[in-house]
């Protein structure tokens, strides 16, 4: 877990403070906050994260959503959506780009830090799997 990179995508600024000091607190490296969805994408190209943390609700063009399905049609990378929203219509789009986890906020650290552990155990798994179709 030392090592783990998690990109934090959160337009609301004392937000996206607020879960890059948890995430540094349970141990994980946050190389960097986005705060609209073209910044994720760039910011994932920039620093190959290994998870990324997706707000669904952003300023700018794009949504959580939208940048969640761009950002996985060029990298194998897991997203764990973090929202306010959970009507039925944001969790049908929100599936649609295959998430490895879903979180409300508020939250509670052990919540973070469950869904987090289990979006990376369930990626590397995934990895493993598609190396032996291989």
Known sequence: M??????????????????????QKLGYIVPSVASTGEEAISKAEAFSPDLILMDIMLKGNIDGVEA??????KMDIPI?????????ETLQRAKVTTPYGYILKPFEENDLRTTVEIALYNHQLLKGQRKEDI
């Open 2 to 23: 030392g090592k783990t990179k998690v990109l934090v995508v959160e337009d609301e600024n004392i937000v996206a403070l607020e879960i890059k000091s948890r995430l």
């Open 68 to 73: 969640s399905r761009r950002i996985r049609d």
């Open 80 to 88: 764990i959506y973090l929202t306010a929203y959970a009507d039925g």
